[in-house]
């Protein structure tokens, strides 16, 4: 699946923006994304409310390559839950197509098996 037309629209070419409302590890951020990296976390709420960006409403950003605390300095390779509850994947600070794969398409099967 592709992201909603509406969120790509909201997210200016110059690569400049916020993920408004985000739960990440330590509660909810309006997080900063600048030329493909994490610039800034502030407290929801706290970005200017007439700057470009994403209202999450709570959706979950996570960091791609291993899950962990999006920090301030990462790439902004995330894993992003949309409002709608969809999860797509944020590469360089750009929404992609796609849903987060699941663990055992990746992994294998969890029991072992080659299914």
């Given at each position: ?15 400049k923006f916020w993920l ?19 610039r800034a976390l502030v ?44 999860t797509v994947a944020m ?25």
């Open positions: 699946m592709s992201a909603p037309t509406c969120c790509l629209a909201r997210i200016p070419a110059n690569g408004k409302a985000a739960r990440v590890h330590d509660g909810l951020r309006d997080i900063r994304i600048e030329n493909g990296h994490v407290p929801a709420g706290e970005s200017p409310c007439c700057a470009p960006g994403l209202d999450l409403d709570g959706g979950e950003v996570r960091r791609m390559e291993d899950g962990g605390p999006v920090m301030p300095g990462d790439p902004a390779d995330l894993w992003v839950t949309l409002c709608g509850g969809r590469r360089g600070g750009r929404l992609e197509t796609g849903e987060r794969p699941v663990a055992e398409a990746t992994n294998g099967a969890a029991d072992g098996s080659d299914r």
